[in-house]
């Protein structure tokens, strides 16, 4: 969008948890949000994990009895991690935003269902346009965000994402910190 000028970015993230099988989980995403914190016009805005241990069908299906189609499938205990908080965040901050009128225009980059509500109170209420971009490269855009922004990008092309990767080596306030060799 070339034409327009970005006056705020609200970057909302959870704070991963370490894994047994990889304890730099947490390095690595400190390491991106201080390159992030190299923007003037960026706000970072966190939630957080939690994790317990849950008990889910295995897959593919798997029945202990399969002459007995009415029993249910095996299930195994698995870790489950669920983020908490940002998309609440990002709604909550999106429609202060809206009603204090501190945008014309919003770019939501999402496809996350539960922000239709606040994008259909700003683009029909408000009559503020609101663009939705979908951040994964081959999900379908959500129908019901789809269904009430004021337009839509369906996936971001992968040269883009290249051209506005940060540079291997940065320095900040603290000093010169170096892109991990893999995330």
Not at 8 to 13: D, P
Not at 68 to 78: D, F, G, L, R, S
Not at 108 to 127: A, H
């Amino acid at each position: 969008m070339p034409t327009h000028s970005i006056q705020k970015i609200k970057y909302f993230t959870a704070i991963v948890i370490a894994l047994p099988h990889d304890l730099n989980v947490p390095l690595r995403q400190a390491i991106y949000l201080r390159a992030l914190r190299t923007l003037s016009d960026l706000e970072i805005h966190k939630g957080h994990f939690v994790q317990w241990p849950r008990l889910l069908p295995q897959y593919p299906l798997a029945y202990i009895d399969t002459n007995n189609p009415t029993m249910p499938p095996q299930k195994v205990q698995a870790l489950r991690a669920e983020e908490k908080g940002s998309d609440v965040n990002l709604a909550s901050l999106f429609l202060r935003d809206c009603f204090e009128n501190d945008f014309d225009e919003a770019v939501v980059i999402s496809n996350d269902s539960d922000l239709t509500v606040p994008v259909e109170i700003v683009v029909k209420d408000y009559g503020k346009p609101v663009k939705v971009i979908n951040p994964h490269r081959k999900k379908y855009l959500s129908h019901e965000l789809k269904g009430v922004a004021s337009s839509c990008i369906y996936s971001i092309n992968m040269s883009a994402y290249g051209k506005s990767q940060f540079p291997p080596t940065m320095t900040d306030s603290n000093g010169t910190f170096s892109k991990p060799a893999t995330w």
